[in-house]
Nanobody, 115 residues
Framework: VQLQASGGGLVQPGGSLRLSCAASGRLFNINLMGWYRQVPGKQRELVAQITSGGITNYADSVKGRFTVSRDSAKNTLYLQMNSLKLEDTAVYYC??????????WGQGTLVTVSS
């Protein structure tokens, strides 16, 4: 499984961005997809995830502002980020998890929220 994340950039506080994670390879045994983020000096943290059945889960810090979704036909995972805050600045990574608990990571895309 190969993952290619994109969509990061510079945005002002209150703005929006949509991240994409294009997947290729053997995807038939993937049952959990998610977005994580990391800032220098801190551990990578879960932002949002979605199961193959469409059940979503969000970090408290992004609830009501971020939406995770997937397009199975395009093999793409999305993260719609609205009302962005300074503290959302981070490198965002997509992660897929197989039914055998094998993780696959994308390369990361930088989101900078700054005025």
């Amino acid at each position: 499984v190969q993952l290619q994340a994109s969509g990061g950039g510079l945005v002002q506080p209150g703005g929006s961005l949509r991240l994409s994670c294009a997947a290729s390879g053997r995807l038939f045994n993937i049952n959990l997809m998610g977005w994580y983020r990391q800032v220098p000096g801190k551990q990578r943290e879960l932002v949002a995830q979605i199961t193959s059945g469409g059940i979503t889960n969000y970090a408290d810090s992004v609830k009501g502002r971020f939406t995770v979704s997937r397009d199975s036909a395009k093999n793409t995972l999305y993260l719609q980020m609205n009302s962005l805050k300074l503290e959302d600045t981070a490198v965002y990574y997509c992660k897929f998890l197989s039914v055998t608990r094998t993780p696959y990571w994308g390369q990361g895309t930088l989101v900078t929220v700054s005025s």
